[in-house]
């Protein structure tokens, strides 16, 4: 419906209230009468979406925020396989609307507790012609944004609906910067931020993030990506961008039996990007804990057999480099126990690493070791300490030959005492391998909807044996962890081993584009706390040493790694207290500044104490920002531990000049934090 016609419809139409919630618009004068436009609006009043048909038939929906346009009229709709596909000669009827407002609490996470308040409209299209087929759309507006989704009925016309791609679009109303990684490419996520105007977004993934020239911020997502496949975007003409499904195995990219649900289509909306890292709009889109009881799901830090690999000191392979060794897996654990990890992480420690592993995976077991490394002894040593062992299973993209070892893998686990799995799917984009319905092998996309069931199998039998799954190269993040409280985090996007090999490595702005981008899907295992940056020759990690503290606020993880070689904790143990001392989970969050790629500085208060931490990271210039305390409680006095920059730090000569100092504070105090090219700072507030 164009702009012209929705103008059309204001001026000429009268509006008839059909309940509190929800307004539909007719025609007063003359035929043939415009289609009714059915309207809801967030529970503040300022965001409001509507759907209405043009003559044609062909819906669409807008959204509008304070009375302007945020999205313009943009189709929605369907082409199917063998079936007319559903985008013109349809109606729009029978409107239901409800409110809804709730507080409900994680069992982990960046808050304690969550409000979920939207309001609610639901519509059916129904053809105008036999065989009469529907769907609903939903619309739940949140004063943050909103989210709709496609419904499909059980109806005698449409059994199985094969989709072909939908239609749906988002016309940004506006020129605006968007920062985007590209879609199809053989990399999976691991691309770094494109910043372009967005008529220069090709095929992009989400999120993508849009800052208009007012100011006002939009990142475009989906939650609940269930049996389905996930959404990317294309930008087709001007600013007008179209979802674009991952391929699937066969000749549809989704084939589902009705009844069932698309995922939402996800605006988060913002004046600035403070306010897009502190939305909750992904997560209120699931649904509550389906797993009951999950206090054994334990967020915690963590060292591992890990980064030596990526920095070629150590293989993942058997042989005199093999890293999964007892003997150092065993120091592994004894350094976690001695300074408070509660967990370990042990690549390489499975058959199946010899040889080309890479895309392959065949010859992976998932239950039986390398003659130098004892499972079973391994987990009973760590235990004794008060440490657990988190397993590794690297597929090579391979779902079908894991699931086939799954049970076993599992219940091992679950024998000598394992709760938690870092799983991995490293291959090209498309050569993932699965079963498909007619019993063969196929080939499949990270994101398609046979590798969304994948995931979710692996997520749900891991619960059932009381372990936690963090996958790498995984299925997008879309809040499935408010549902599935065991799926505690994941990788999906450029990790910090790009810094010890990548050609070239993470740019010193990466992080702050990650949590305006990448991070408002969920958490992510990035893997922090490099203090040796020099890493193999021509390598280097962008970074100072207090931006790698401040990094352990600012990126969020429930798993959150001390990914650096044990020698050089050992050698530096001032700026290695606050990696001991800093939580992985949150009472509250607090988003004190920040600009999309150049900065940002986020507060968080423990959820076992008072106390509360901070992390300021920059891009390559140095900054200066004036941080007010009025999170802390007032009229209270804190011991402030400040980790910052010192006066010669630079990332690409003087990462290691830092300054550890102590000063006292109170929520009416204002700091003013300095942060060098490639720099950070990390504070400690400890409630007197």
Do not use: C
């Not at 993030?209 to 294309?234: F, K, P």
């Amino acid at each position: 419906m164009s702009n012209r016609l929705f103008a059309l419809t204001a001026l000429l139409l009268l509006s008839i209230t059909v309940s509190p919630l929800v307004s539909v618009t007719v025609s007063a004068a003359p035929s043939p009468p415009a289609p009714p436009v059915f309207s809801i609006a967030s529970p503040d009043g300022r965001l409001a979406a509507s759907i209405t048909t043009d003559n044609e038939g062909r819906p669409s929906y807008r959204v509008d925020r304070n009375g302007a346009p945020v999205i313009s009229p943009s189709r929605l709709g369907f082409i199917l396989l063998d079936a007319p596909k559903f985008e013109r000669n349809l109606v729009v009827s029978n409107p239901r609307t409800r409110s809804f407002d709730e507080r409900w609490e994680q069992p982990w996470g960046e808050r304690r507790y969550i409000r979920n308040r939207y309001n609610e409209l639901r519509v059916t299209l129904t053809e105008k012609a036999r065989p009469l087929r529907s769907f609903d759309v939903v619309f739940r507006v949140y004063d943050d944004g909103l989210g709709f989704r496609y419904e499909f009925p059980d109806q005698t016309a449409l059994k199985q609906v094969r989709i072909a791609e939908e239609l749906t679009e988002f016309d940004i109303a506006g020129d605006a910067t968007a920062w985007w990684i590209p879609a199809g490419e053989w990399n999976r996520e691991e691309y770094l931020y494109n910043r372009t105007p967005l008529q220069q977004v090709g095929d992009a993934q989400t999120p993508i993030t849009l800052r208009r020239q007012d100011g006002l911020h939009v990142s475009i997502h989906e939650a609940a990506l269930v049996d389905y496949s996930g959404m990317n975007l294309t930008r087709v003409e001007a600013r007008r961008l179209k979802a674009d499904l991952t391929p699937g195995i066969g000749s549809g990219k989704v084939v589902r039996s009705a009844p069932f649900h698309t995922p939402w289509r996800t605006l988060q909306i913002s004046d600035d990007a403070a306010g897009l890292a502190m939305s909750h709009l992904i997560l209120n889109l699931n649904e509550p804990n389906q797993l009951g009881d999950v206090s054994w799901v334990k967020p915690m830090k963590y060292v591992g057999v890990w980064w030596e690999m990526h920095l070629d000191r150590k293989s993942w392979a058997s042989g005199a480099k093999h890293g999964a060794t007892n003997e150092n897996v065993r120091r592994h654990i004894d350094f976690a126990a001695e300074h408070g990890f509660g967990g370990v992480l042990v690549e390489g420690w499975n058959v199946g690493w010899d040889g080309d592993w890479f895309g392959n995976g065949e010859e992976f077991s998932f239950t039986e070791s390398y003659p130098d490394f004892d499972l079973k002894e391994l987990t009973a040593y760590a235990k004794a300490k008060g440490v657990q062992l988190i397993g590794h299973h690297e597929t090579s993209g391979h779902a079908a030959h894991y699931e086939s070892q799954l049970d076993a893998a599992f219940d091992l686990y679950q024998r000598v005492g394992i709760h938690a799995v870092k799983t991995g799917y490293v291959a090209d984009a498309g050569q993932a391998k699965v079963i498909g319905s007619d019993g063969k092998l196929h080939y499949a996309w990270h994101e398609g909807q046979d590798m969304a069931r994948h995931h979710l199998k692996v997520v749900t039998e891991a619960a059932k044996r009381q372990i936690a799954v963090n996958p790498h190269e995984p299925v997008k993040d879309s809040g499935l962890r408010r549902t599935y409280p065991n799926w505690i985090t994941r990788e999906g996007a450029r990790g910090m081993e790009f810094s010890a090999w990548g050609n070239p490595g993470n740019p010193p702005e990466h992080e702050a584009n990650l949590v305006f981008t990448r991070l408002l899907a969920g958490p992510m295992d990035y893997t922090p706390g490099i203090f040796g940056t020099r890493t193999r020759p021509g390598s280097q990690v962008a970074t100072t040493w207090a931006k790698q503290l401040a990094l352990y606020v600012v990126i969020y993880s429930p798993l959150q790694m001390a990914a650096d070689l044990l020698d050089n904790y050992e050698a530096n143990p001032a700026p290695f207290q606050f990696i001991k001392d800093v939580p992985v989970d949150w009472a509250d969050t607090v988003v004190l500044n920040g600009e999309v790629g150049d900065y940002v500085t986020i507060a968080r208060k423990d959820r076992h104490s008072d106390n509360w931490y901070l992390g300021a990271v920059s891009d390559d210039q140095a900054r200066t920002l004036p941080v007010a305390l009025s999170f802390l409680d007032a009229g209270r006095r804190y011991s402030a531990q400040i980790y910052r920059d010192g006066e010669r730090a630079d990332w690409q000569s003087t990462p290691e000049d830092i300054v550890i100092e102590e000063r006292q504070v109170s929520s009416t105090d204002t700091l003013t934090l300095r942060l060098a090219p490639g720099g950070g700072q990390a504070i400690r507030f400890i409630a007197q």
